[in-house]
């Protein structure tokens, strides 16, 4: 069983971050980190800038995709995501933003089907320049800050050793619930990625 969407319908996938060298191994930038793995497994290429942001364009289980990497900095992603879903003329429900989150132990993942910004500031612009916060988002667990460390400082400092061995198979388990969401009911695929989740419906 499909979702509510038009099984034609344009999906808008964004993966949030931080652009630049310093910032590409950092907890912030686990959003770019999924993207790019989603991107270079269905040979899509991230050659095109629009407003702000670097798009790869293609097909993805059968459906049209816009992959996005705003390159705005995190604070400020709404400003590049709004226009481009405006423009596609996109319905928020088929708009997913994959972004790291403080809340939940490194490696972890939750997908909702809607909900507040949860303190990111990312999402927080998002939410404002779409208009809605009624959009699919899949959240990436990056784990607290150790003892009295700041949590802005921590989010841009890399994954530890031990840490990499458990974020990296985590991406790939983010693209198979993007590829999920695709082709499937969204609240199948939420309880299939939050395994072992309080929150396997929103």
Request: proline share 5%; aromatic share 6%; no cysteine.
């Amino acid at each position: 069983m499909m979702d509510e969407l038009n099984s034609t319908e344009r999906r808008i996938i964004v993966g949030l971050g931080n652009p630049g060298r310093e910032y590409a191994h950092t907890r912030h930038n686990a959003g770019f980190h999924v993207i790019d793995r989603l991107a270079e497994k269905h040979g899509l290429r991230f050659g095109k800038m629009m407003n702000r942001a670097l798009i790869a364009m293609g097909e993805i289980e059968g459906h049209k995709v816009i992959l996005v990497k705003p390159q705005t900095f995190m604070n400020d992603s709404g400003t590049a995501v709004g226009p481009i879903v405006k423009f596609y003329k996109t319905d928020p429900a088929g708009l997913l933003v994959i972004y790291d989150d403080l809340d939940l132990p490194v490696a972890q993942l939750r997908m909702r089907k809607f909900g507040g910004a949860g303190g990111h500031n990312g999402m927080k612009s998002i939410i404002t320049r779409v208009g809605t916060e009624n959009f699919p988002r899949l959240r990436v667990g990056i784990g607290r800050p150790p003892g009295r460390m700041d949590p802005m400082d921590y989010v841009l400092v890399p994954f530890t050793k031990s840490e990499q061995e458990l974020i990296q198979p985590t991406y790939d388990r983010a693209v198979d619930g993007i590829e999920r969401w695709l082709k499937e009911d969204i609240e199948r695929v939420m309880n299939v990625v939050n395994v072992g989740s309080d929150e396997s419906s929103a």
